[in-house]
């Protein structure tokens, strides 16, 4: 995987890149202890934590999200997901550049940022345990490979002493071998940098098919409902996200990446997907599960793509499984 040709702006310098953010909810602030964490490029980001504050690194997980998504939309998730561990567990949220409480991205964004705060924020939080869902899953699974020094011909990031002793994906957005169409990214991105959000988040769920019932709702009622959604809080917060998340995803997904880049990833790692999640998302995860030596495969029976943040009962409980070493699941 060559880092450097992909997620740059430079190659992508016809997006509108500007990050907003939004302060944290006092909701939030109740169920979470927040901190800053200061880069040392000279931005922040901002972490959440949950369950046991003294937790150790092997009972401490950190999770990564997706495009669009800020740690707030990740809590429900976060306070299950500490709670199905144990108590003597904590978990770990942070918001990526460019939403939430974390500084905009740098002007030299690039893949190289984004596995420099995974590092950051496993050396800060000293977690022994990775989770990624949808583009968050790509983030990690790059980051664990720049960790182990796969890279030859840069190795900047080699530290094997942070390469996790678990790492699980849900639904990892790589488009592997031409898997993923990626057709619709342009005029998306083109909706979204002209303000039209509703417009643009319908051209994406159509795309990706994420959601079965949206996929099939006409565009143009489509386009108003989610214009609709953007003026609640919660669509405020996807608003404020989607310039940041717009790039990446284009990047993440507009390049097709080979099975075989991923074959050095350890042995522990759990590819997992949802059922009822778009097929290319399954199909991406049984792929790189089969070059993977060691690695498992985990198909939630209900799972849809949004079972994360949606903290699906089925899905958290596979996911403490894996993490507390109890192979019993829901899934095969």
Do not use: C
């Not at 964004?109 to 990775?130: F, P, W």
């Not at 990690?140 to 796969?150: E, H, K, M, R, T």
């Not at 565009?219 to 990446?248: F, K, Y």
């Not at 690695?295 to 949606?310: I, L, M, R, W």
Request: charged share 20%.
């Amino acid at each position: 995987m060559a880092r450097n040709s992909k997620w740059t702006r430079s190659r992508y310098a016809w997006l509108n890149m500007k990050s907003l953010r939004i302060p944290f909810s006092r909701s939030f602030a109740s169920a979470a202890r927040e901190s800053l964490v200061a880069a040392p490029d000279g931005g922040t980001l901002g972490l959440a934590s949950y369950g046991a504050a003294d937790a150790p690194g092997d009972r401490r997980l950190l999770v990564v999200g997706g495009a669009f998504l800020t740690a707030l939309i990740y809590r429900p998730f976060a306070l299950a997901l500490s709670r199905e561990l144990g108590k003597d567990w904590a978990v770990d949220v942070y918001d990526r550049r460019g939403r939430g409480n974390s500084s905009e991205q740098p002007a030299d964004y690039s893949l190289d940022t984004e596995i420099a705060d995974v590092q950051l924020m496993l050396r800060h939080t000293g977690s022994r345990n990775l989770f990624g869902h949808s583009l968050g899953g790509s983030v990690v699974l790059n980051a664990v490979q720049a960790f182990q020094g796969n890279d030859v011909t840069d190795r900047r990031f080699a530290d094997p002493r942070i390469v996790p002793d678990r790492l699980a994906v849900y639904d990892p957005a790589i488009n592997i071998e031409g898997e993923m169409n990626a057709s619709w990214m342009r005029e998306f991105v083109a909706e979204a940098n002209r303000g039209r959000t509703g417009r643009a988040l319908s051209i994406m769920h159509r795309g990706m098919r994420t959601s079965p019932t949206l996929s099939r709702v006409p565009a143009p009622l489509l386009a108003a409902l989610l214009g609709i959604a953007t003026n609640t809080r919660w669509g405020q917060m996807t608003r404020t996200a989607i310039s940041s998340g717009t790039g990446e995803l284009l990047a993440a997904l507009g390049e097709v990446e080979s099975a075989q880049e991923f074959a050095s990833l350890p042995p522990v790692t759990q590819f997992m997907a949802g059922a009822k999640s778009p097929v290319y998302f399954r199909t991406t995860a049984a792929k790189l599960h089969a070059v993977v030596p060691g690695s498992t495969y985990v198909e939630s029976p209900d799972g849809v793509h949004a079972s994360v943040p949606a903290a699906i009962g089925e899905l958290v409980g596979d996911i403490a499984a894996y993490f507390t070493g109890n192979r019993t699941h829901s899934g095969r």
